[in-house]
């Protein structure tokens, strides 16, 4: 990705999310470049303003970047990207979707992963709810609509959006299997 397509992404999740002040990432020559953008973007904003300081302490981005080569630096971060890249290489394998195929199979992927477990919500052994991500990004936790299991169908029997939908399904099984199973802590 160009630094120009990194600011676009970074725009629209600004737009989508609001303003931050800190972002954590590794040193790709991506985020880098982006960094220096943004700072004389910053720079130029406050040779035309005459009072920027409130504005920019509250808009102004700061970026903190991990050390070159050290990938282990980026912890759990890291360890999710890898988790959700091997997922979803084995889920699509040779596939050929478009865009708006690609971007949706992401979407719910992206529910999936967003929809997992941090802890229990309160200690009554009944109560089955946890707090997700989700409740740190919408306030609440995702939702999905529940829909027919299509992973022993035949997939030259479904139609394309059935295909993505088996696509999601059998990336949430994979990732169950591997993520939801450590979560339980066994004692000797």
């Keep these: 990705m160009s630094t120009e397509a990194f600011l676009a992404a970074l725009r629209r999740f600004f737009w989508k999310r609001g303003y931050i002040s800190d972002i954590n990432s590794d040193c790709a020559t991506t985020f880098v470049g982006a960094n220096a953008v943004l700072k004389a973007d910053v720079d130029a904003y ?8 409130e ?7 700061t970026w903190h970047f991990i050390p070159p080569g050290s990938p282990n630096f980026g912890g759990l971060c890291e360890a999710g990207i890898k988790q959700m890249n091997n997922h979803l290489k084995r889920t699509i394998g040779d596939a050929a979707l478009t865009f708006v195929e690609f971007y949706t ?12 477990p941090i802890s229990a919500l309160s200690d009554d052994p009944t109560d089955l709810t946890a707090l997700t991500p989700g409740h740190f990004l919408i306030g609440k936790a995702l939702i999905a609509s529940p829909e027919p299991n299509l ?9 394309r959006w059935k295909q993505l939908q088996q696509m999601q399904q059998d990336f949430w099984a994979r990732w169950r299997a591997e993520y939801l199973v450590g979560l339980q802590v066994r004692h000797k």
């Design 46 to 53: 406050n040779k035309q303003m005459k009072a920027p300081g």
């Design 55 to 61: 504005f920019c302490a509250r808009q102004g981005v």
């Design 105 to 116: 199979v992401l979407k719910q992927v992206k529910a999936v992963l967003n929809s997992r």
């Design 151 to 159: 992973l022993e169908t035949n997939i030259n029997r479904l139609s």
